[in-house]
């Protein structure tokens, strides 16, 4: 979608990660989604009296690997401070957040969209804690009682929040794939948005085109899907246009993305927006970062999705989709990469090999594993090696491609080598011209009628011809063999 | 037989005494005589009963725990119990029991320590007359017509009646120095991260401070030996070592020079209480400790900076207060009537006027303001102890101003609030300060001299109230319950 006419867009978004840390960003409660409620809470959690948060190091660690992948400065010292709002699913009515003095500044998030990429200034990232979330019996209307689950109490989030840079609602889905990527990549956070561990809300305002003052901004919240994140924002830009056209001013406030129906509402305007009452938080001290630490953290940085997929791309002249799919998880990249070399150590030579590498991994691998994740790529019965060991006796002519995707089953099943089954099946391909020109000459004498079509000119009937020897060995003759004695054997009557 | 716990644990070696009989003892007197004091909220006889015998058995068997085996304690109710409710002296909280013990209680059970129960104090720590509380006033020992000072006033009233050997409070603008001065019994404020407050029900965060106790100050260096030291669940707990507090008291004050600083010396204050410190600064100088006037000019700004910081912090700890998940719920229509009737009952007039001063304090467009400008004292404040400290060992100075007050005396709450003008700057600077017994007004009240020293420096501020005290026979003096 381009902007109305006289308008230019500009939105920012601030992302939410929940950090994959085993325990809660204040105390050691787990984290795992899902569990019985409030089975994985704590006093801390539950905000009881007396009790007092202790930062969760691996938190810091997960923040400064982003930080760094985004290149933002990370500051040298940071500070946590109170936000304070009444909601029930808030146990202490105030959110440990950073406020003043976040964890990192100025980075950049490139973006690749249809005019070619566009650099995203990240103005901020810093760290806070999740809330719990409320049951109600009944909608939220009708409810007559509400049930608090604190089990997300507490869990580390990280808030990144984009500069208002991004011009277009593609441009703010790109935006947030893109991110998605990195903490993928970067093994902080899963990215699940349906399980809410990636969280959006966007700011959006219209301007005159050309014009350098921001116009009135709007903040969207529940933007549970990249899909919902464009539509939302779509249907944003021509609200606000609509409003400016009609000479409306646009009010300051803060609207629900209702998915269903497809529209924004007004949640509260700016005069009912909440005083934070923000200030330091006084049962933490101030958080020195270690220089030494963070270059530690530098140095570990994995290569990311974006370098990956272009390295790829020239290195092995992969498509850049098959590179954009590969790089839904860092686990996936690498089984890719692995599965490639295992295949062919010296890649630059590996000629067909990449392409048919990631056309098994994404139209096989990725049908039978339930996932494209790290937990998902990690137990695959299939290990790198094993498909490499497949595709390879695919490329000797052992067997045929149709039996390979049957022996890729059996592997997905049995967790062994093709090879092992190959052998013990017996799949190994019919390369033997005695044999298979016995097996062609009864074909042709149990089908005449297909040898007077083919004389006739009707060549389709080779086809036949072709399936009935396939299927007279089991789908184990070699195909080119069978096409070449075929033809032949055509040509002699 | 109310004595120094270290007088009680000599005891216990030697056999003439057993921590059950001195438990049932002090049980039985808390029985006869709290009616009439008030100290305590809570009596819980059978665990500490419990304990007394388990410690007994150690005693026999020759092991005990350390020099707190069999201590009887009273905890002020601001320190959280496991399975023993904690008010916090509130409506509130009136029937809530936390699942877990606070690390000073962890600490003081580890030592043997038999706690006795939990003590009255000003609701949520806010007062400095334990008339605040919302279930009881406490009365001061000496004249029951007196208030025992506060907000720890249930704590040391415990200690002056003979209803406990040694007690724990929390000290955020003068809660344990001022009420040990109203009821002659000596109170320690350590430096700010010196123990723990795990556990510790908030008032203000960044001024709390646990601290004990003591009929003398032998037993004050025991206390605090036993809760001192860094725990991982509080960030703001030092890591620093933790002296033998008992093996410092004793090297005297020769050659230290104490400071004496003439802003805590105004107009107004009690003419006894003015005495009793000059009094007690020439016994200084006769041990050996040379005197020198400092000054502390930000003094004076420091109750205006302390009324901002403290209500602020006050107003964001207290929002978890709200029905939903513990304590005292008021039904109402809908959520947000069901808090707003829970907060309008749980809270006294006390809380309620600092959650509105401290939540105006924190707000867009007053932050900078209020506390932005109370924190840029509280740094003068510091830097002015840090300056007078580079020339002197310790301030000695009056606790209070004034003598124990009568009940409703005190009912304008700025009259109140300057009851700590002379206790607050210790705990903005965040440093040590200790009360100490130092004479009897005209009435026949307890003073107390205070004794400030530099942070973590808690060892010779309790060298010289030991010197001081082992000069002196205060402490021989007692209020008569009976």
């Excluded at chain 2, 819980?44 to 304690?73: H, I, T």
Aim: charged share 25%; aromatic share 8%; net charge neutral.
């Amino acid at each position: 979608m381009t902007a109305p006419a006289p308008y230019d867009v500009v939105i920012g978004l601030e992302v939410h990660a929940q950090l994959l840390t085993r325990s809660k960003m204040f105390c050691g409660c787990p984290t795992t989604f899902g569990a019985r409620p409030n089975s994985q809470t704590c006093p801390v959690c539950q905000g009881m009296p007396g009790v007092l948060p202790v930062v969760n190091r691996r938190a810091v660690e997960f923040g400064i690997r982003t930080a760094l992948a985004l290149g933002c400065r990370v500051n040298e010292a940071c500070r946590f401070a109170r936000k304070h709002y009444y909601y029930p699913d808030m146990p202490k009515n105030y959110q440990i957040s950073q406020y003043e003095e976040p964890l990192a500044e100025d980075g950049v998030l490139e973006i690749d969209i249809d005019g070619g990429p566009r650099a995203i200034g990240i103005q901020r990232l810093h760290l806070e804690e999740d809330v719990g979330k409320l049951l109600h019996e009944g909608t939220l209307e009708t409810a007559q009682a509400s049930l608090v689950d604190f089990n997300r109490s507490g869990v580390p989030l990280m808030e990144t929040v984009s500069r208002p840079e991004l011009r277009s609602p593609e441009e703010a889905a790109a935006y947030l794939r893109a991110f998605r990527a990195v903490v993928v990549f970067l093994g902080v956070c899963d990215g699940n948005m349906e399980e809410g561990s990636l969280r959006c809300d966007a700011n959006v305002s219209l301007r005159p085109r050309g014009s350098a003052r921001l116009g009135t901004k709007v903040e969207i919240k529940n933007l549970n899907s990249f899909r919902n994140v464009q539509r939302a924002l779509e249907f944003e830009v021509r609200r606000q246009a609509q409003a400016l056209d009609a000479g409306e001013r646009i009010v300051q406030e803060t609207r629900l993305w209702e998915a269903d129906r497809a529209y924004t509402r007004s949640m509260r305007s700016k005069e009912y927006a909440h005083d934070y009452r923000y200030f330091p938080e006084p049962d933490l001290v101030p958080l020195q970062i270690d220089r030494r630490w963070v270059e530690e953290i530098r140095t570990g940085l994995p290569e990311l999705p974006r370098a990956w997929r272009r390295r790829v791309v020239a290195q092995y002249g992969l498509p850049p989709y098959d590179a954009e799919v590969l790089t839904q998880s860092r686990a996936l990249a690498d089984y890719y990469e692995a599965a490639l070399r295992e295949w062919e150590p010296a890649a630059a030579a590996a000629g067909d090999r990449p392409k048919m590498v990631s056309n098994w991994i994404m139209s096989e691998l990725l049908r039978v594993l339930p996932g494209d994740d790290e937990r998902a790529i990690q137990s695959s019965p299939i290990p790198p090696r094993h498909l490499a060991g497949l595709l390879r006796l695919i490329e000797d002519g052992t067997i045929s491609g149709k039996i390979a995707k049957d022996v890729f089953q059996k592997m997905f099943a049995s967790g062994e080598a093709a090879p092992t089954i190959v052998g013990r099946e017996g799949l190994t391909q019919v390369a033997d011209e005695a044999a298979l020109s016995q097996i062609i000459a009864s074909v042709m004498a149990a089908n005449p009628k297909a040898i007077e079509d083919f004389k006739r000119g009707r060549t389709a009937a080779a086809k036949a011809l072709v399936g009935q020897v396939m299927k007279a060995t089991g789908g184990k003759a070699n195909p080119a063999l069978v096409n070449r004695l075929l033809e032949d054997k055509l040509s002699q009557t | 037989m109310h004595r120094p716990i270290h007088e009680l644990t000599d005891a216990y070696r030697r056999g003439d005494l057993t921590p059950t009989a001195v438990a049932e003892t002090y049980l039985a007197r808390i029985d006869a005589l709290d009616g009439r004091v008030g100290a305590y909220l809570t009596v819980v006889r059978e665990q500490a009963l419990a304990a007394a015998r388990e410690s007994e058995l150690r005693w026999r068997a020759g092991a005990p725990l350390g020099p707190l085996d069999g201590a009887p304690v009273a905890l002020k109710d601001v320190l959280c119990t496991v399975g023993v409710r904690t008010t916090c002296g509130s409506k509130m909280l009136e029937s809530f029991v936390p699942p877990y013990d606070a690390t000073t209680v962890e600490r003081l059970r580890a030592a043997g320590a038999v706690i006795l129960g939990k003590t009255n104090m000003d609701e949520f720590a806010m007062g400095s007359s334990t008339e605040h509380s919302a279930f009881h006033p406490t009365r001061n020992p000496w004249d029951l017509t007196r208030v025992p000072g506060g907000s720890s006033g249930g704590s040391a009233a415990a200690v002056a009646g003979a209803l406990a050997a040694g007690a724990f409070g929390s000290d955020t603008g003068g809660s344990i120095r001022q009420p040990a001065a109203f009821c002659g019994v000596v109170g320690l404020k350590p430096t700010y991260g010196r123990v723990s407050r795990y556990g510790l029900i908030a008032l203000a965060s960044s001024l709390d401070q646990i601290g004990p106790f003591a009929q003398d100050v032998t037993d004050a260096a025991l206390l605090l030996g036993a809760v001192a030291g860094h725990d991982r669940r509080d960030s703001t707990s030092i890591q620093a070592p933790v002296p033998d507090y008992s093996a410092e008291l004793r090297k005297g004050i020769a050659g230290l020079t104490l400071g004496l600083p003439d802003e805590y010396f105004i107009d107004g204050m009690d003419p006894d209480v003015e005495r009793a410190v000059r009094g007690a600064i020439e016994v200084l100088k006769g041990l050996g400790a040379r005197i020198e006037r400092v000054s502390l000019p930000t003094t004076k700004h420091s109750l205006a900076a302390y009324y901002v910081i403290l209500p602020a912090e006050a107003s964001s700890n207290l929002a978890r207060y709200d029905g939903v998940k513990f304590g005292l719920r008021v039904p109402g229509r809908d959520l947000v009537e069901m808090e707003s009737r829970t907060r309008a009952v749980g809270f006294g007039a006390e809380v309620k006027r600092r959650i509105m001063l401290g939540t105006y304090a924190l707000s867009a467009g007053y932050y900078d303001a209020y506390y932005g400008k109370a924190q840029s004292v509280r740094t003068l404040v510091r830097r002015e102890f840090a300056a007078a400290f580079a020339r002197v060992d310790l301030i000695v100075a009056p606790t209070t101003p004034n003598v124990a007050f009568k009940h409703g005396e005190k009912e304008d709450p700025l009259s109140m609030y300057l009851n700590d003008v002379f206790t607050i700057p210790g705990n903005l600077a965040g440093i040590p300060g200790v009360s100490v017994p130092c004479g009897f007004g005209a009435t026949g009240l307890p003073i107390g001299l205070q004794l400030l020293g530099r942070p973590l420096d808690e060892a010779r501020v309790l060298r010289a109230a030991y010197a001081y005290e082992q000069a002196t026979s205060w402490r021989s003096r007692r209020p008569d319950l009976a």
